[in-house]
């Protein structure tokens, strides 16, 4: 691999000098630039996607993408047409990204190619030089230009304290990660609720916030409708920091909580729930079993769609389902990495009857269908109704319980058609056997959700 004058890394295998290609006939060059520029950019990025599907799959590792020059300076090696036309399309090089072993002389390039194209700025742990606070003072004094931005930056770095009152109009998502401080909290020093981008953010819709950035580096979340939320260290957020977050942000339609992100919630918690009208998905994920109804008794979100709890244990949602909050457009509850007994997600289909599909271990299912398909069973195969079941003195009865061994056989067989027949669920796929199955589904059906679904259907 050679360095070029401006830093531009060529790696032998792709580059092509000009003298080969001379005497070459390349179709592409009489094509009009505005057109042969468009062919670029979607060739960027199409290799971006398949470096980032090849990541993702463990094809490619951090260094072997590093070995490989980028697409917009192989282009730029083609030719000399294909040169003018790269160098002329400002978006092929409106990422910048400074981190440790950047190289300054390629940054600059970048920042003037881009000519007045909005950038995708990533500053991950700026190493602390001369030629380095060159190029962040450009960034800085071009804020009006950034697109997307991913910060990495301590709390007490060059980077942490520019952001602060920043203007960003164009920005339209953010992440940022603070590192914990290496010191003492100073006695006159804030470490709740510290905002940034305080010179504005109109378009910003995505926000992920890492580590101590729920602290240090809250950006204005009123026209926001992606929030991420991710802290596993020992300094939650206050409860009523946490309320005052949510109700600054009224557009979230997407929300995913990850960690030990809050502390106690208030007895009286019902009055300190935050409404926001348009959630549509909510994301719950930690190993603090109280977090999860901690923060579904804050958020009251009526038109909730999807509720996904990660690491959610039996017991977890207990006050949750016993609290009277309706969720009439819930319709997909999945449970990732969690245990949930039989008779747990019995009550949460009881909760959120328009349910019409639970995640489970790798399992994906509608409830109602299945109960429909179990009803039907019951029916063909001439058992006792299971209306004549219930009974308000004792505890719901499961099919293990209304059915005999006898019963519970030729139910199994009849079913076992039934699900196949109609594709309810795809128990090949999911790594469940049908006997498996079988055992949870009569531990799962009681009579009172086989009413409640002939209900909901008819």
Known sequence: ?????????????????????????????????????????IGQAFERSFVERSLERDELDEEEITELSSFELRVSHVSKHWRTVALGTGQLWSDIVIQPGYSSERA?????????CLLNVQLRDCPDTASTKKILDLLFQDSV????????????SLT??????????????????????????RSDESWQGRPVLNGGSPRLKVANLHGFAVHFARPPLSNVTHLELDYRGRLPLDYGKFKEMLTNAPSLVDFSINGELIDALPHNSHSGSVVLPNLLRLCISSLYGQVYSRILLTVKAPQLQSLVLEGAQNSDLDPFLEAPYDLLHLRSFSLCGSTFSPSKLNKVYASFP????MVMMDLIFNPSELLRIVSEAICDLGMEPVRSTLSTNQKPKTLALMLDPDQRSALEKLLRDKLIDEDIVDLENSGWSLPKFFDWLQNFVTAEILMLANSQQS
Not at 15 to 38: G, Q, W
């Open 1 to 41: 691999m050679t360095s070029g004058r401006d830093g531009e890394a060529t790696v032998n295998h792709w580059a092509v000098t000009s003298k080969e290609t001379s005497s070459l006939h390349c179709p592409v060059s009489t094509l009009p630039v505005e057109l042969h520029s468009a062919i670029l950019l």
């Open 108 to 116: 600059e390039a970048y920042f003037a190619r881009s000519n007045r």
């Open 145 to 156: 230009r950034w697109r997307t931005c991913i910060i990495e930056a301590g709390l007490d």
């Open 160 to 185: 942490m304290t520019e952001i602060v009152s920043l203007a960003v109009p164009n920005l339209e998502e953010i992440e940022i990660n603070v590192q914990p401080p290496n010191r003492a909290r």
């Open 354 to 357: 328009s349910l019409e599909e």
